[in-house]
């Protein structure tokens, strides 16, 4: 890195910060077309690449391509802050508190989206943020660091939940650690009981895929203990507390 261009280097990286960092007095598409114009893109691939990011977030570009900033929700700006700094296809993507601004509801919303749009880029992703639970949900290796960047453990979210290196990881995971390694695991088929006739009408459903914390809450607020599980519109089991009892007894490298 040391031999790099500073400037080179830095228009190479994608960065989505707190608050989003938007131009207020540019509009949505402009914003998008940053980076590609500092690249010196032409007009016309900058304008395509932007409605293509747009449209890769989930905003139509042609009902947000002309907005600007103050016209969208906060859910909003953080999409089009993230289609920004993925516009010119940058090989690595540093995020400061990204979804922070937002309500809980956009803020998991935006996080689903984002871990699955990363993933299908293969953009390698370096994010900041003092959300145990958001770390532990998109991230592939986490590092807790402590006052004076000091690097108390770096490992995988089980192998983190599981085994705490120091006091101040089991502090900082806290006591409800297994449960909240429970975002990561999805409901498999395998996982499933039989579904009890009264199933296959009960709501809430659940789907295969979903998270078992999802469906730890569904079972928890089911006075039938039992929830319905689908796959491609088939009742396919039903999530119980055993169900759920029997994948918190694996081994922890199982979760």
């Not at 990204?98 to 956009?106: E, H, K, L, Q």
């Not at 998109?138 to 085994?163: C, F, H, K, S, T």
């Not at 999802?214 to 169900?243: F, I, K, Q, R, Y």
Request: glycine residues 8%; charged residues 20%.
């Amino acid at each position: 890195i040391a031999t790099e261009d500073p400037v080179d280097l830095r228009r190479g990286i994608g960065y989505v910060i707190q608050q989003v960092g938007l131009f207020p007095h540019q509009s949505v598409r402009t914003n998008v077309g940053t980076v590609c114009r500092l690249l010196k893109w032409d007009e016309a691939r900058i304008a395509a690449r932007a409605d293509e990011m747009l449209d890769m977030v989930g905003l139509d570009p042609h009902q947000f391509g002309d907005r600007y900033p103050s016209q969208l929700s906060g859910g909003q700006r953080q999409r089009v802050g993230v289609a920004r700094a993925l516009a010119a296809d940058p090989p690595v993507l540093l995020m400061d508190e990204p979804f922070g601004a937002v309500d809980p509801v956009a803020r998991a919303q935006l996080q689903g989206h984002f871990h699955t749009l990363v993933k299908s880029l293969g953009t390698t992703v370096m994010m900041v943020t003092h959300d145990i639970d958001e770390a532990v949900r998109l991230g592939d290796r986490i590092a807790v660091m402590r006052a004076g960047g000091v690097l108390e453990q770096y490992a995988a979210p089980a192998e983190l939940l599981a085994r705490p290196a120091t006091d101040f990881v089991a502090d900082f995971v806290g006591s409800d650690r297994v449960l909240r390694g429970l975002v990561r695991t999805p409901i498999e088929r395998s996982l499933l009981d039989a579904p009890a006739p009264q199933t296959a009408t009960s709501s809430p459903q659940l789907h295969v895929g979903d998270s078992l914390r999802v469906g730890l809450s569904c079972v928890l607020a089911e006075p039938s203990g039992s929830v319905s599980v689908m796959e491609n519109g088939e009742v396919v089991g039903a999530l119980t507390m055993d169900a759920v009892h029997r994948h918190l007894r694996r081994p922890a490298e199982a979760a």
